[in-house]
Structure formats: structure tokens, C-alpha cells
């Protein structure tokens, strides 16, 4: 399986980013082979938290592990196929081996937060 771990840095030995869309960069494992390889997030500029999402839906990652990502980001993802897992901490080499013995529970997608706006003369479109 193809996992992505939000990280802090370029290594197996550097920590889980606990907020997945601030990631400096993305490590990339193939949990069947164990090859890892860095990849920067270059969707970390995007204001709607999803350049993150893009990057890792064409890289073809079939899970996440992460820290935490906001309830829509965490939706766009499991909508994509991809398997969120939150919660996660330590260094990446560790959260992949807990993964790979089962150790991590797999985050409920929430749905989409419904986001509302205010108009003139204040009515709400939701």
C-alpha cells in the first residue's frame, strides 16, 4: 500500500506533522517494500488546505497518516479513495510500522462541514 505521513522533515526518523496541510513535506511509503521517499508540499501556499489533497491524489496514495486535518480536508480525501488515519505521533518510521501491525484505527469521514455566508441585510445561504 501507498501511504503518505505528514512530516517534518525529509527522513524516516523525522516527527508526524500534527496539523496535515502545514506538513513541510509528505513521506511517501510503499508499506510492501518499505522505499521511502520525500516529497515536498508544494500545496502548503494554497489557502483552501486542498494543494495538499491534489499533491497526494496524483501521487496515488492510498492512506494518510497524519496528526489531524480538518473535517473537509479529511472528506476530500476519503471521497479520493484515500484512507485517513489520525492521531498519529512520533516519527514516521514508527507511525508506518504501527500501521503495518495494525495498530492504528482508521479516522470516520464526517462529511462535508456545511459552510455558511452572510449577505446584505444579513440572510445566511448555507
Same mark, same amino acid.
Given at each position: 500500500?501507498?501511504?503518505?505521513?505528514?512530516?517534518?522533515?525529509?527522513?524516516? %526518523?523525522?516527527?508526524?506533522?500534527?496539523?496535515?496541510?502545514?506538513?513541510?513535506?509528505?513521506?511517501?511509503?510503499?508499506?510492501? %517494500?518499505?522505499?521511502?521517499?520525500?516529497?515536498? %508540499?508544494?500545496?502548503?501556499?494554497? =489557502?483552501?488546505?486542498? !494543494?495538499? *489533497?491534489?499533491?497526494?491524489?496524483? $501521487?496515488? &496514495?492510498?492512506?494518510? @497518516?497524519?496528526?489531524?486535518?480538518?473535517? %473537509? *480536508?479529511?472528506? @476530500? @480525501?476519503?471521497?479520493?479513495?484515500?484512507? &485517513?488515519?489520525? !492521531?498519529?505521533?512520533?516519527? *514516521?518510521?514508527?507511525? &508506518?510500522?504501527? @500501521?503495518?501491525?495494525?495498530?492504528? $484505527?482508521?479516522?470516520?469521514? =464526517? !462529511?462535508?462541514?456545511?459552510?455558511?455566508?452572510?449577505?446584505? !441585510?444579513?440572510?445566511?445561504?448555507?
Amino acid at each position: 500500500m501507498k501511504v503518505a505521513i505528514s512530516s517534518k522533515g525529509d527522513s524516516r %526518523n523525522a516527527q508526524v506533522e500534527p496539523r496535515f496541510a502545514r506538513a513541510t513535506y509528505f513521506l511517501i511509503v510503499d508499506t510492501d %517494500n518499505m522505499t521511502f521517499h520525500a516529497m515536498k %508540499n508544494r500545496g502548503m501556499a494554497d =489557502p483552501t488546505d486542498t !494543494g495538499p *489533497v491534489r499533491l497526494l491524489i496524483y $501521487a496515488g &496514495v492510498q492512506a494518510v @497518516l497524519t496528526g489531524d486535518c480538518e473535517p %473537509n *480536508v479529511r472528506h @476530500l @480525501l476519503t471521497t479520493s479513495g484515500i484512507r &485517513v488515519f489520525q !492521531g498519529v505521533s512520533g516519527t *514516521v518510521g514508527g507511525a &508506518v510500522e504501527r @500501521l503495518r501491525k495494525g495498530w492504528l $484505527a482508521e479516522s470516520p469521514d =464526517p !462529511g462535508a462541514r456545511r459552510h455558511c455566508t452572510v449577505g446584505v !441585510g444579513g440572510a445566511r445561504r448555507c
